[in-house]
């Protein structure tokens, strides 16, 4: 508080100073002899043009006494909205020592198992070292790295914050469930080994591949929208995934046309 205090000070007297310096410019205050400004611009004009009193000096005196008004109005306001709290700073959190408890921010893993076998992530997923049933990838800035660790390879390229539409979530969702058919296939005859494993991902595993795998919970049946997927299915599990205007639109879209739709 006392630093706040401290600011608030500071544009107290800044006004106080500027009003003291607009008033000695205007004439109404200061040492004997400063003659007051004229009230209108063409007398101020006459007087720096006419006969004896042919000078600069009202002009700048009306400048500097324009900056001072300003100045002190300016700093006033400012000193005001401390004065009444506005945008006022929260306490720090504080731990049982009394002591001022650093933040620490969490790393965020490269990709996460939101549920079992079901992986969201981004670029540097391939970091995991696994194989794959499926990955769809959902940029197109970057090359795949998982393609040589994957049964099945779905690229739907949009850029970043921009979703898939409703016809590609209903192309990835479908895949996603083929995937994981044509994994536990390959199982049977003993071709690879463990529960099937899809990974969806896109740059930072935020935004494109939380819009896919919501769609993909909902078509596999975890969830009955894509709303409970994302607070139920994802986000416990990778809080940084978020949906924005656009993706929500997207979604409610296949939402009603293949899932509302079909029933």
């Not at 106080?16 to 008033?23: D, F, I, L, W």
Request: charged share 25%; proline share 6%.
């Amino acid at each position: 508080m006392g630093a706040v205090h401290g600011v608030y000070l500071k544009y107290v007297g800044l006004s106080a100073v500027s009003y003291a310096g607009y008033t000695v410019c205007v004439g109404g205050f200061g040492p004997v002899g400063i003659e007051p400004l004229p009230s209108t611009g063409g007398d101020i004009l006459a007087t720096t043009m006419i006969g004896e009193r042919s000078t600069l000096i009202p002009l700048l005196r009306l400048g500097a006494s324009s900056i001072l008004k300003y100045s002190a109005l300016l700093n006033g306001t400012v000193a005001v909205l401390f004065k009444l709290r506005r945008g006022k700073m929260k306490p720090p959190v504080k731990d049982d020592d009394n002591k001022t408890a650093p933040t620490k921010k969490v790393p965020v893993p490269v990709a996460s198992e939101v549920q079992p076998g079901l992986w969201v992530g981004g670029v540097y997923s391939d970091r995991l070292g696994k194989e794959w049933a499926g990955v769809v990838d959902a940029t197109s800035e970057f090359p795949e790295r998982c393609r040589g660790s994957t049964k099945r390879y779905l690229c739907l390229p949009t850029w970043d914050g921009v979703p898939a539409c409703p016809e590609d979530l209903e192309k990835a969702a479908e895949f996603i469930v083929e995937a994981r058919e044509n994994w536990n296939q390959l199982a049977k005859e003993g071709k690879v080994e463990g529960e099937p494993h899809i990974l969806v991902h896109c740059a930072h595993g935020r935004g494109r591949s939380t819009t896919i795998m919501c769609a993909a919970m909902v078509r596999l049946g975890l969830y009955s929208n894509y709303e409970e997927a994302l607070e139920k299915g994802i986000r416990p599990v990778r809080p940084v995934c978020k949906l924005n205007k656009m993706m929500r639109t997207s979604l409610s879209e296949w939402q009603r046309i293949y899932v509302e739709g079909s029933k």
